[in-house]
């Protein structure tokens, strides 16, 4: 979890955002470009089909799975805030087996605040 204190002990001053407070989740989901602001459709997804699962959770060749995981933070039955999702989820280690660049961004910490979570891997 994630608690700020009062006032901003951890030298982060309120819990802007979305989510209950005293909480801290973050997923990993594709999107298109860095300019945009909500994931990849999953039928659209290259991000995921891109890796090979080197250890243990993850399985190779389930995309949907790969990308479900990622998103609800391993919990099938998460809300829509990622409230009732584990602090930390072990999505095994991966490797890039597929040149390109793809970005990633996290929902619950890019709601249109002041918070914007996104990032880009390229492989060459």
């Known amino acids: 979890t994630h608690d700020n204190g009062n006032p901003a002990g951890d030298g982060q001053a309120g ?16 999107m298109d470009s860095l300019d945009k602001s909500y994931p990849t459709p999953a039928v659209n997804n290259t991000l995921w089909p891109a890796t090979a699962a080197l250890t243990f ?19 099938d039955d998460a809300d829509p805030l990622l409230n009732n999702a584990p602090a930390s989820y072990n999505g ?23 918070r914007s979570q996104k990032g880009s891997i390229t492989v060459q």
């Open 15 to 30: 819990d802007d955002g979305q989510g209950k407070g005293g909480t801290d989740r973050h997923n990993v989901v594709q």
């Open 92 to 114: 095994g280690l991966t490797q890039m087996t597929t040149r390109g660049t793809y970005h990633f961004m996290c929902t619950r910490n890019n709601n249109f605040s002041n």
């Open 57 to 75: 959770p993850r399985r190779q060749g389930d995309k949907f799975q790969q990308i479900k995981n990622f998103a609800l933070v391993g919990k």
